[in-house]
């Protein structure tokens, strides 16, 4: 039997080469159907979805638990089942999908029931967020945001190059993709105006970041290695951190950004295992100072996983590629990143979500925010239409895709895509 | 029948006035027996603990929902049946313990089941922490630190008098009192120091805090109204938001504290509702400049409440109390934090905590952090065995009391204690 991500293997469903989802990917999700609203897991596999809760209820698939895992509503029963929990049922997957495996190709009763076309599902929040982190760990683009506030000079803090920094997010409104967000209003304060005045925000941007979803648990007052916190990643999701860059620049001395990134954090559906990225690992820039003991590795963490941003405005038809980047560039890489946050004795919950930070690449045309791509407003973007852009207007759409390209094959994250509603 | 917080109620139970838990006051926890290790829900009166899961299950207790709210490890079901059932389950223990009511003083066998001595029961978490934030909201807390970093005439941030200041805190390390809390170890680079090390924290500190428990929910994309966030307080618990000031110093610029506050918060196990606090509503200070119209209060939202730190060192029989204040001081009110919290569309959650900031008041022996009251490790403080204190060393315990006085009786919150670990 071959593993999983072989890239020989091929299924007996059609997937096309440009697929995000053929047999070597298998990401799981939530979904539900007309027909039945109860949420459950589920995997895409080319333009379907498996219904895993189908399958374990027929016996062809054992996770070792007593308790069924997948007719749920979040991944997170799943996850706490552990690493050789993951692998084995991806395993058991694959081998069900495979185009010389009968027991479902040759079921059309159990095809109709366990298959189902990925347009006719609605796909939701693919796991309960624990606790929410947003890091900041590429270095293109904190020297981006600190040679626009501070100049070339001071651009990178003292502590930058030292420690994976980032803040707590709010897990409240962490929303999987195609949920609109409404345009925050918060307290304003131009450079120009004396006081401060409530209103709705007018430099509103997103960020384009990848996401760690973590699928295992560590006690309070105890800290990670680099093996047991790549162990503990279950996998990835796309994600946008939508921020509200007037609210953020009045209020986030000293204690860093609160209403402006709390309004709205949206992520793909499907999140791609680290299992299935492990061909695709890569070591990541040099990092020089070398990191303190507790942040070195001994493996290559990154990933070659291309990203591209559209925008496609209130009233255009077509979307326009404002960015093109990869996650390769990030500096600090998300077993760091977990290592780091434990450090303290921080205790970890299956669940948890690590935001990676703006993925900005070293050319200009690798920006993963409008707030870098327009150079704080300087220099607008300029649409296909004619229209013009520095931040987003109501009724504009921010769409990231993003994968892994293969020999004829991608393992991809489909998209993560939000709506600017009108402040309310 | 008088309402619940009718200064002239006497219990059967006997309550002795300096107690903290007459039948005026009626705080919720959660507990189990030796006997009976399933966590429940109960109330603190005198020395007894009230079991509410007895009086649900026998009938004595009605909530109104279908499935029981008090067999449960935490309060989260109760507080979500909303602020109705809150008062009609408040009015009917009080009913249930009043002195003239017969059905528990006069029948002893459900005496026997359903009160419990409080020195028997362990207590738990009260709650599941949703999410926790922690706000910034002394004028003399902030003033105090700001002196000490950027001296006297920028001690405040420019935006402080206009803004419920907070950051996201770590939901997963919120513990109950009594729980030992490990020194974190982190990244320290004194001033002195050319670059950073890792190592065990030199200068671990408390910071006195209350704590509002939300108990109701906001929609993402709305905000709430000075009455609407009120209604959502279920009630306050104590809080001691524990601090590693040499980790926060070189991590905080830009994004605020991470690993300096993520190791350790303790809450005392008794939630006090904010029914039984009504009594001793306060109008806050006076607000100059007047806030936004989005913050502005009708009513008086802080709350004459005394409070008590005690430091015990490591091999001291006695503790010293080291301060003396009380949270009527507190500029914005916790009605403000709250609306402030909402005020970008972000969603609020059953089991939020909201910690106020760190507690001082205007006089020197009224300050709420080691940071404030050794003045940053330069005035030592002298603990009556001679020992001498700027920062926690190994053993130390932290201990603070807080209560609202009555004529002749307290509604008090017990207290919540920690101990400090040795870094391991």
Redesign the interface.
Known sequence: MSHPNDPKLKSFIDVDSTSDFPIQNLPYGVFSTPDSVQRRVGVAIGDFVLDLAVLESEGLLKTGAERCAFAKPSLNAFMALGPKAWSSVRAQISEVLRHDSATLRDNAGLRKRALLPRKDVQLHMPFAV??YTDF?SSKEHATNVGIMFRGKDNAL?P?WL??P?????????V?VSGT?I?R????L?PPSAE????GPCKRLDFELEMGVVVGGASQ????LSEAQANEMIFGFVLLNDWS?RD?QQ???????????K???TSISPWVVTREALEPFRVQGPKQD?QP???LQQASANNYDLHLEVDLRAAKAKQAATISRTNFKYMYWSSVQQLV??A???????VG?LLGSGTISGPEKDQRGSLLEISWNGAEPIELPGGEKRTFFEDGDSLIIRGWCQGDGYRVGFGDVEGTV?PS?
């Open positions: 624990a606790g900041y803090q502590n030292h420690i920094i980032a803040y707590n997010g709010r897990a409240s409104t929303v609109p409404v925050p209003q918060g307290q304060k006081v401060p005045s409530f309070m007052g105890t800290r509200a609210i009045w209020e986030y001395v000293p204690l860093g950004p609160f209403q402006a709390a309004f709205g100072p303190l003991p507790y780091h946050h450090s303290s004795g921080c205790a970890m919950n948890d509603m309310t």
